[in-house]
Structure formats: C-alpha cells, structure tokens
Nanobody, 120 residues
Framework: VQLVESGGGLVQAGGSLRLSCAASGSIIQIGVMAWYRQAPGQQREFVAAIGRFGSPTYAESVKGRFSISRDYAKNTLNLQMNSLKPEETAVYYC???????????????WGQGTLVTVSS
C-alpha cells in the first residue's frame, strides 16, 4: 500500500498549484483523506481534509484559497492551491485512513511528500 504525491514545484507568490495523491495497493476502503504540510524548522500542520462522503474541512489560513477534492473511482486526492504565499513554502504530505485487505480496522498512511516552493 502506498500514497504517492505529485504536482509540487516552484511558483511565484499569488500563483497556483494543484497537488495530487494516488493511493494504491490492496485497499478495501478509504476513509478520511487529508493534506498536511511541514515548513523548514516547523511542525507538520493540518491543511485540509475530506471524508468518505465529501464534507471538506480546511485550516483557517487556507480557507477560500485552497480546495480539496477526491476521485473515488481512481482513489486519488487533489488539492487546488490558489493565491499562494511565500510562507506556504513547505513539503506537502498526503494522509489517508485505509482499510487494507486482511485488516478489520483503518490505519493511517502517509505519502513521501512533495515540495512546494513559493517565491516572493
């Protein structure tokens, strides 16, 4: 089972990026999926999440600028980021609660992260 992020890169302040996360492996069911980020020297922080049936939630700092979505057929998670700020430079991580083949309970999985750099 793995989560693979893509879409990071360098963007100017005010610009946009779209991140994606693909879940693969012996997955029976996917619960909540989320994005976190970790800036240099900082703790990892919550960005946005979306449940099995929708219902997105966002950190206050990104409300109105970021949009989280998921493609249930492809087991992917997306994050559209608009009006990016230099202080949002960070490694962005995908997180998902997965129930895998052979397990009765969900467990949390993390991707390897994708770097987003916002230049001023």
């Amino acid at each position: 089972v793995q989560l693979v992020e893509s879409g990071g890169g360098l963007v100017q302040a005010g610009g946009s990026l779209r991140l994606s996360c693909a879940a693969s492996g012996s997955i029976i069911q996917i619960g909540v999926m989320a994005w976190y980020r970790q800036a240099p020297g900082q703790q990892r922080e919550f960005v946005a999440a979306i449940g099995r049936f929708g219902s997105p939630t966002y950190a206050e700092s990104v409300k109105g600028r970021f949009s989280i979505s998921r493609d249930y057929a492809k087991n992917t998670l997306n994050l559209q980021m608009n009006s990016l700020k230099p202080e949002e430079t960070a490694v962005y991580y995908c997180n998902a609660n997965l129930r895998i083949d052979g397990d009765d309970d969900y467990a949390a999985y993390w991707g390897q992260g994708t770097l987003v750099t916002v230049s001023s």
